[in-house]
């Protein structure tokens, strides 16, 4: 079992930009869920997918949105990016009620 | 709202002393409290948990009771190694929430030889 993956692991982007970051569930996770992890903070909740849909939402701008796909793979797109946004942004997965976290994707942005 | 808070680090303990962190949480209802281990280089990774009050979790010598009466869930281990170094983090889920957790701000613990 693979577990959950991440990709890309690293990105630098330019204010204003926009970023696409990936995530792969664990093996018959059908849950999705996203955090943002600033340096030196804990995690903090963006939003969950389930069956392809947003099934809830942290406080976050509507600069941050995803999709999940029929395979459970899932996206987060962020627009309009923002010095503030640099952070680790993880990506966790699961069936019931246990979360399985991937190792994130460090996003810089300069 | 929900909130989860502990102990601030960083923590500093020689080999083999006893290490209790601190947490207490504020929710609604009956969550299910979690311990994280961010090790260095890593992601997150699931110590311990505890779904009802008066359960203990316990994984790699690490104990955590979840008391409802103080709204706490201190993590304690008898003896750290240097190899427990790490960021630890405290945690809920909220009982009609699905999955989502809610993180404190992480506790840092060096353990020196």
């Known amino acids: 079992d693979a577990g959950v993956t991440q990709s890309p692991t690293h990105l630098i982007k330019t204010r204003g930009q926009q970023v696409t970051l990936r995530c792969s569930p664990k093996?018959?996770?059908?849950?999705v869920s996203w955090y943002q992890q600033a340096l030196g903070q804990g995690p903090q909740f963006i939003f969950q997918y389930y069956e392809e849909e947003e099934r809830q939402r942290g406080n976050f701008p509507d600069r941050f949105s995803g999709h999940q796909f029929p395979n459970y793979s899932s996206e987060l797109n962020v627009n309009a990016l923002l010095l503030g946004d640099s952070a680790l942004y993880l990506c966790?997965?699961?069936?019931?009620?246990?979360?399985?976290f991937g190792p994130g994707t460090r996003l810089t942005v300069l | 709202g929900n909130s989860v808070t502990q102990m601030e680090g960083p923590v500093t303990l020689s080999e083999e002393a006893f290490l209790t962190i601190n947490c207490t949480y504020t929710a609604t209802g009956y969550p299910s409290l979690f311990w994280y281990v961010q090790y260095p280089g890593e992601g997150l990774q699931l110590l311990l948990k505890a779904t009802k009050a008066d359960d203990k979790g316990s994984n790699k010598g690490f104990e955590a009771t979840y008391r409802k009466e103080t709204t706490s869930f201190h993590l304690e281990k008898g003896s750290v190694q240097v190899s427990d170094s790490a960021v630890y983090f405290c945690a809920l889920s909220e009982e009609t929430s699905y999955d989502k957790v809610i993180f404190g701000p992480g506790t840092s613990l060096s353990v020196i030889p």
């Open positions: 093996s018959g996770h059908d849950t």
């Open positions: 966790a997965s699961s069936l019931m009620y246990e979360q399985f």
